[in-house]
């Protein structure tokens, strides 16, 4: 009979199978040194092989509970809860770098054609009205009491909503020019334009009075008519007209074309458009 455990480094490279053997045939050695009888050692025999074999587990991964389960350390444990990446996944919505060159936003844009418009006829206004201002008074002195309007702050042009656009159409000369002057005039009050158009409607002359009256009293969407001949206004007599601005020779056809027809159907477009919500604290 042979003892294994006594080469311990040999014993451990014996497969497991012939451990059990091993073990199985000193048991039965046993068995048969206390009774000769070989049914019983055959009976011993079946219990120990049904013990050792039968119910021999099936090999698995099988680790203590301390023990971490993955055998991966950068592998995470899979019974965390899944984190939700759609969140991080939602893109603002809007215009992309990837559109196309015909939808990007630009000059000629709605907006932008309509903040053209104004600008041009406030900037051709302003222009005739200090001219007349020089014609009428002749000395138009210097300094903060200088009778010249100044150029005002741009937040009634940039503004594109629809709301006040409608509202703006309506405004008169007076309204539209006594707003604040430009930050870039820092030797002037920011009521420079508002205190000149009183001095002006209040004169003492009456006909110089009246004129400057009839003048500011003027809606913008009248000026817009004047400006492209839809109809005359005599305080306006004198004022550049559309078709004979300096700008047709400056920018490129389609441009003028597209300009030509904002200046045509200003009141349309405007009036065509829906609010898209309410806007709340917007002045008129």
Known sequence: MIYFYAYEDLYDNIPEEKKLYNSYEEENTIIKGENDNETLSNEKENIFITNHIKEKPETKNIQSPNTNFSTNKNEKKTDEPKKDLAPALKKKRGRTKTENNDSKHNKYSDDNMRRKTKHIIIQELMNFINDKISQIYGN?????????????NQKQLINSNILFNKHFMNKTLGEIFSENISNRYTNYPPEHN??????LINDEDETKKNYFKNLFNLKFIDCIRHFRESCVI?????????????????????????????????????LNKKERNLYKNIEF
């Open 194 to 199: 508002k205190n000149l158009i009183s001095k």
């Open 140 to 152: 138009i002195g210097q300094g903060i009491f200088i009778k010249k309007l100044l150029i005002i």
């Open 234 to 270: 005599n305080e306006l007599a004198g004022l550049t007209l559309f078709k004979d601005l300096k700008l047709k020779s400056e920018i490129d056809e389609d441009y003028w074309k597209a300009l030509n027809y904002y200046i045509y159907n200003y009141e349309n477009i405007i």
